[in-house]
């Protein structure tokens, strides 16, 4: 059983910064990938950054590369996203998953964090 609790998301003006939280209840946390995803009213979900198990590969989205830093602590079982000069186009829902690899999600989400940014 796998249990995802998202936090660290509000409202914030364009160019602000906010730091969102994963924090993961799953067995042998450190041997999976773990992603954040986000999805805006009316669209898909999308893959915004994904961390490898021992936090040494990011990989990010295009649209938050230079932005948005993902980082993990295993022994909290808590993964990270820093969001920094955050634009409009941010807002959204974010998620976190973890996976095998950057292909291989599970079917497990958690309620999401809720990001807005203001122009």
């Known amino acids: 059983q796998v249990q995802l609790v998202e936090s660290g998301g509000g409202l914030v003006q364009a160019g602000g910064s906010l730091r969102l939280s994963c924090a993961a209840s799953?067995?042998?946390?450190?041997?999976?990938?773990v992603g954040w995803f986000r999805q805006a009213p009316g669209k898909e979900r999308e893959f915004v950054a994904a961390v490898n198990w021992s936090g040494s590969s990011t990989y990010y989205a295009d649209s938050v590369k230079g932005r948005f830093t993902i980082s993990r602590d295993n022994a909290k079982k808590t993964v990270y996203l820093q969001m920094n000069n955050l634009k409009p186009e941010d807002t959204a829902l974010y998620y976190c998953?973890?996976?095998?690899?950057?292909?291989?999600?599970?079917?497990?989400w958690g309620q999401g964090t809720q990001v807005t940014v203001s122009s």
């Open positions: 998953n973890v996976g095998l690899t950057t292909a291989q999600w599970s079917d497990y």
């Open positions: 799953v067995r042998t946390f450190s041997s999976y990938v």
